[in-house]
Antibody, heavy 121, light 107 residues
Framework: EVQVVESGGGLVQPGGSLRLSCTAS????????MTWVRQAPGKGLEWVSG????????YYADFVRGRFITSRDNSKNTVYLQMNSLRAEDTAVYYC??????????????WGKGTTVAVSS | DIRMTQSPSTLSASVGDRVTITCRAS??????LAWYQQKPGKAPKLLIY???TLESGVPSRFSGSGSGTDFTLTVSSLQPDDFATYYC?????????FGQGTKVEIK
């Protein structure tokens, strides 16, 4: 079964850091880009970041650029989202999703259940 | 950045109704558009890509159309399982923008 499973969410103080992980199974991980999408409470979906299959290319939404870093370890079938300088407005469910192709320019066909990040003092 | 605007924001309908949701792009995106369905507390599910191609396993009552800046998602006969929120998403660009969502609720 093709699936992705997020972990690492939790409560963090403003200005703090958190690292999310997303472990994939059931497909050739290195052949596909991976994407992070978030959803604030009661709000819509918001693209956060994408990373190519090789890990050589990463892309970020303007509101996280310089604060978040996406990386992947293809030997572990895992993609990471390192979140630094967290703000209250980063509070959201963070979804990891598999892209249809190797470059992160397409749509996402497999989604995890999400992990919740709460930024609060 | 390209902006995606959906309408309506909320739609009240009954089982068996034909439902249409509109998504408009702020500039030409050819047919680089996907539609997702999301139910409360669940992850989004891919329904349609390339504006009109039905994802495998998605019921044929769902269809998509459009090109350029104007797109539609149609459910030909609404079923109880279809009450959910629907999002369009532009792609073919590293910055993949979602519409704000359309909630389909029971009338």
């Amino acid at each position: 079964e093709v699936q992705v499973v997020e972990s690492g969410g939790g409560l963090v103080q403003p200005g703090g850091s958190l690292r999310l992980s997303c472990t994939a199974s059931g497909f050739t991980f290195r052949a596909y880009a991976m994407t992070w999408v978030r959803q604030a409470p009661g709000k819509g979906l918001e693209w956060v970041s994408g990373i190519g299959g090789s890990g050589g290319s990463t892309y970020y939404a303007d509101f996280v650029r310089g604060r978040f870093i996406t990386s992947r370890d293809n030997s572990k079938n895992t993609v990471y989202l390192q979140m630094n300088s967290l703000r209250a407005e980063d509070t959201a469910v963070y979804y990891c999703a598999k892209d249809r192709h190797m470059t992160p320019f397409y749509y996402m066909d497999v989604w995890g259940k999400g992990t919740t990040v709460a930024v609060s003092s | 950045d390209i902006r995606m605007t959906q309408s309506p924001s909320t739609l009240s309908a009954s089982v068996g109704d034909r439902v249409t949701i509109t998504c408009r792009a702020s500039r030409n995106i050819n047919d680089w558009l996907a539609w997702y369905q999301q139910k409360p507390g669940k992850a989004p599910k891919l329904l349609i890509y390339k504006a009109s191609t039905l994802e495998s396993g998605v019921p044929s009552r769902f269809s998509g159309s459009g090109s350029g800046t104007d797109f539609t998602l149609t459910v030909s006969s609404l079923q109880p399982d279809d009450f959910a929120t629907y999002y369009c998403q532009h792609y073919n660009n590293y910055s993949r923008t979602f519409g704000q969502g359309t909630k389909v609720e029971i009338k």
